[in-house]
């Protein structure tokens, strides 16, 4: 999906190959000068259209998919700005969020340039804007994901306006036999909450360690791979919460248990998260399962040695939400399948998207085969 070679100084014929492999990126399209602006409605249209293909040479497979949900959502604000208080100021933020994606985009791509050599090794002699742009090309996922997510407690009511946990705690009871988040409450102690709320905060690590690898290694495909599963695991839950509203065991059972869980550190640190970026709704199914399952078969594919290191963490994890009594039993088989569908679909994404660029390449080295001759 990104142009950067994740080979080094392999030649520019292989750094050709790979270019809109891993970025989105064709040569045409990357080249294309803009025609000077004339008064006529073909000179504008010229512009224009030169315009929207680099835009589009700039967005890769990761790209589609959160602009995508972009465009998905904001459909919905639209045809249910009723139910909303203030759809207009959400319309707007959604917005300046896609713009600012294709902006980034846009201008990363913009701070290279086309020579014979391949991009890692143009990368180790980049300029600190070069080094700047292409760092956050690479890293504003992250931010992305978060906004989202925050973004759904004013999204949650706006299909259906009531809660529906009621189905979710018979589920589980009808799955378990008690009300699982209740039942544990006799094997708390500070020790065991302790250890559950470090299991919990692994959860913002997973996705972090396995890019941080891979962009080190200078694996761009797979970096970019990586992050196209956990976008299409993410958004699956999305869409799923903003149609099905659960606000979680900690408010919809509140006062079912005799009190708080204490600890130590950890579990002051999941306090203050929870006070300041907690979201009422999007409890199903588990953005932190799913989340961490989508990383979780990322590290199986790339990594697997992580993944091995990263399996027996996650499951405590899973196991964690309902000791934590952030989310119902349900829920975590929930994320478990939305992480695997998001790396099963991820994946034939970017396959596909291999596929398309490869003949681009193809048609571009006949042409230019032809030209020489």
């Known amino acids: 999906m990104n142009r950067m070679d994740s080979a080094r100084g392999q030649g520019h014929q292989e750094s050709e190959l790979r270019a809109p492999w891993q970025h989105g990126l064709n040569t045409r399209a990357r080249n294309t000068s803009l025609p000077m602006p004339t008064r006529s409605v073909e000179g504008v249209g010229k512009i224009l259209g030169a315009e929207?293909?680099?835009?589009?040479?700039?967005?890769?497979?990761?790209?589609?998919?959160?602009?995508?949900?972009?465009?998905i959502s904001s459909a919905l604000i639209v045809i249910f700005a009723g139910n909303l208080a203030h759809p207009l100021r959400l319309l707007m933020v959604q917005v300046l969020v896609g713009f600012g994606i294709v902006a980034l985009c846009r201008t990363e791509a913009n701070v290279w340039t086309d020579t014979p050599q391949s991009r890692a090794e143009e990368l180790a002699a980049g300029t600190l804007t070069q080094r700047f742009w292409h760092f956050w090309r690479h890293w504003y996922p992250h931010l992305f994901f978060l906004f989202c997510f925050e973004e759904l407690g004013a999204l949650v009511h706006m299909i259906s306006p009531r809660w529906q946990d009621a189905k979710?705690?018979?589920?589980?009871?009808?799955?378990?036999?008690?009300?699982?988040?209740?039942?544990?409450?006799?094997?708390?102690?500070?020790?065991?909450?302790?250890?559950?709320?470090?299991?919990?905060?692994?959860?913002?690590?997973?996705?972090?360690?396995?890019?941080?690898?891979?962009?080190?290694?200078?694996?761009?495909?797979?970096?970019?791979?990586?992050?196209?599963?956990?976008?299409?695991?993410?958004?699956?839950?999305?869409v799923i919460a903003i149609f099905f509203p659960i606000e979680s065991p900690w408010f919809a059972m509140a006062?079912?248990?005799?009190?708080?869980?204490?600890?130590?550190?950890f579990t002051a640190v999941i306090?203050?998260?929870?006070?300041?970026?907690?979201?009422?709704?999007?409890?199903?199914?588990?953005?932190?399962?799913?989340?961490?399952?989508?990383?979780?078969?990322?590290?199986?594919?790339?990594?697997?040695?992580?993944?091995?290191?990263?399996?027996?963490?996650?499951?405590?994890?899973c196991a964690s939400t309902v000791w934590g009594r952030y989310h119902y039993v349900v829920d975590i088989f929930g994320g478990m399948i939305t992480g695997t569908l998001g790396y099963v679909i991820g994946k034939w994404l970017m396959k596909k998207q291999d596929e398309i660029y490869g003949r681009q390449l193809e048609v571009e080295r006949a042409e230019f085969r032809l030209v020489r001759q």
Do not use: K
């Open 52 to 71: 929207l293909a680099a835009v589009l040479a700039a967005c890769g497979t990761f790209e589609w998919v959160a602009l995508g949900y972009l465009g």
């Open 168 to 238: 979710l705690i018979a589920f589980d009871r009808w799955l378990t036999g008690v009300h699982p988040a209740i039942w544990l409450e006799q094997f708390v102690t500070p020790g065991r909450n302790e250890f559950m709320q470090f299991a919990y905060l692994t959860y913002f690590v997973y996705l972090l360690v396995l890019g941080g690898i891979l962009y080190y290694r200078e694996d761009w495909h797979e970096y970019w791979s990586v992050m196209t599963y956990s976008a299409v695991a993410y958004v699956i839950g999305y």
């Open 255 to 265: 006062g079912a248990w005799h009190g708080p869980l204490h600890g130590g550190p």
């Open 271 to 317: 306090n203050f998260i929870e006070h300041y970026g907690r979201v009422r709704g999007a409890a199903f199914p588990s953005e932190h399962v799913a989340g961490s399952f989508a990383a979780l078969w990322g590290a199986w594919r790339h990594r697997r040695w992580l993944f091995w290191v990263m399996l027996p963490l996650v499951l405590c994890m």
